[in-house]
């Protein structure tokens, strides 16, 4: 089956209103004509400038975490719904910096991505292992953790919907890049992990490599059997970088 390539930008905790408009007009032009799908992962306050900046573009916006419940005493949290009353398309869930510096827990992402997608948002499950856990071969263990409870209460049917980011924390603003091997190996280990729920949804299932990705080794991680497009942080910062990276993405 063939997966259309998926670019998203994560612009992490970067940008008052003015910035990101400017960052998205100077983006929108540059990726135009791209064949992929591409989102841009908004910091909260200005996801609706963005969302009408971008309109008719075909370019999407992600917030970057949503709490599971509707509405509650959730003091400084929002919802799904609060997400969609803006347009957003998506939300990012579980990245390593909510799970390590925000205590985000498998248990809560097991509430969060059925809830944001019964409430019409795309979803990114992000999940990765630590360079300790790599180095004492734990990095399978770790993976299927994250990926069985992320997508345990996913109905079989829906679990195609869920776009899963490897992304290993070791690599993740530091300029260490895995190598082809190891995204390979760990990408097409998440994708057996949901077929292990549902072979024919595996294979709709895309599968993001985030860490370090640049315009110059974008090329060679986009083109693994298993890469079905990127997490970008801080080079999303960047139009024109980021516009190089979505050139990167192969035509299936
Ligand atoms: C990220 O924030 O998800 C990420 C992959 O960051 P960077 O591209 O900067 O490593």
Not at 83 to 89: A, I
Not at 171 to 184: C, F
């Amino acid at each position: 089956m063939s997966r259309t390539p998926f670019i998203a930008g994560n612009w992490k905790m970067h940008g008052t209103i003015a910035e990101a408009e400017q960052l998205v007009q100077a983006l929108l032009p540059r990726v135009a004509a791209a064949p992929c799908d591409i989102a841009v992962c908004v910091p909260f306050t200005a996801l609706q400038a963005v969302v009408d900046s971008v309109r008719g573009s075909g370019v999407a916006v992600y917030a970057q975490n949503m709490h599971h419940a509707e509405k509650g005493a959730f003091t400084g949290e929002v919802s799904a719904a609060m997400l969609g009353e803006l347009d957003v398309d998506g939300v990012v869930l579980g990245h390593s910096e909510r799970r390590q510096l925000f205590g985000e827990t498998d248990k809560a992402l097991q509430l969060k991505v059925p809830a944001a997608l019964d409430a019409g948002l795309e979803v990114i499950l992000c999940v990765g292992e630590t360079e300790d856990e790599r180095e004492n071969g734990d990095t399978e263990r770790r993976l299927r953790h994250q990926v069985q409870e992320g997508l345990e209460k996913v109905p079989a049917e829906r679990l195609g919907d869920v776009v899963i980011a490897y992304e290993p924390i070791w690599a993740i603003g530091t300029g260490n890049v895995a190598t082809p091997e190891q995204a390979q190996d760990a990408l097409a280990f998440v994708r057996a992990l949901v077929a292990d729920r549902d072979k024919e949804q595996a294979e709709r299932t895309r599968i993001l490599y985030g860490g370090s990705v640049k315009a110059d080794n974008a090329a060679e991680l986009l083109a693994l059997p298993d890469c079905d497009g990127a997490l970008v942080g801080g080079a999303s910062l960047d139009a024109e970088q980021f516009a190089a990276i979505v050139d990167a993405a192969p035509q299936r």
